[in-house]
């Protein structure tokens, strides 16, 4: 490809969504920066002088992607609550499927005791969290046990989506009716359950 | 620590006994061979002829971990179906407060793109998936969405544990009741679900 002339911001973009767009198909391992360089047309020296090494490389890379599926799953505030959250779990169940090996890599392995994608994990998890109280309207700082079960069901939706995946012996809207299910009945269970107030 | 002569067996089982040991305390980035291998009282190079890479010996490491954990938590087959279901969390539980960092570093993103770490994640999860259809005595084969809400609830058990690690503002089995009843209340909303049956 041609050497083409991107002003630094747009070219940290370019090299972004040019790993975004490898690890939809690939696992991290095997996107190899020499690949991403040529695919933007620049050296591999030039790749390195906007992000100094390939973890900071990943690191901007899986932090796009989470934006992305935050993004894409983002509530829409004129349905109705149930709705909000159903629209929320088939845009989620609908990009899952659409990035398989990067979802994977986000799920899965990918922080490899690396605080700063752990702390994108957590980021994104909690957004999720917070969304959900939202959506469902609950009031903040409820019982222990509710936060608890979010969090669970957040690890919850991700292992039933790969199950999913993997088998597609499902049809979609029947896995997002059980991921739905599942979230009223936990929170059922939370609220009986109680615990000291979370902060 | 004086050098012992250890035959290969127990020297392999030795080092893996220190891995674990620290992994309890520290992230596995942090555990350094140097200092398995000073603790053993072997040379670095020694280590590395039991271990070739440090790769293999962590994966040796956590696949002892994830053994030791489904050996903890192994049903008590004398015990009737919900008790020995509520034994095994609290099992799980108690390992997993014991060895919290050790926990984190097999839930959370150890496997890296690691295809083999990958591999002991899965079994381990299919393992307790199995465990569980035996304690409640379902019919192997069911439905396809009793499969994904069981792979479902072990993503539920892993994150709310992780939760609870972090705020420990719920007695300890209040969360196991929360475990165990979102449990139950899976298994009924994936038997009106239904799906093809799995194979």
Redesign the interface.
Known sequence: MAHTRLDPEARRRQLIELGLKMLSCE???QVAIDRIAEAAGISRGLLFHYFPTKRDYHVAVVRAAADHMLEVTAPDPDLPVIERLRAGLMAYVDFVAANHALYV?LV???????DE??QI?DQT?TRIVDRVVEALAMPPGGP??V???L??????????T???LG?R???RD??V???E??LL??IE??AS????P?R
């Open positions: 696992s991290s391992e890599s899965r392995g990918a922080a490899g005791g690396d994608l752990q994990f998890r222990a046990a936060r608890t079960v969090r669970g069901w957040v690890g919850f939706v991700e292992e039933s790969l199950d999913w088998h012996d499902l049809e029947a896995l009716t059980l991921q299910q599942v009945s936990s269970t939370a359950v109680g615990g000291i979370a």
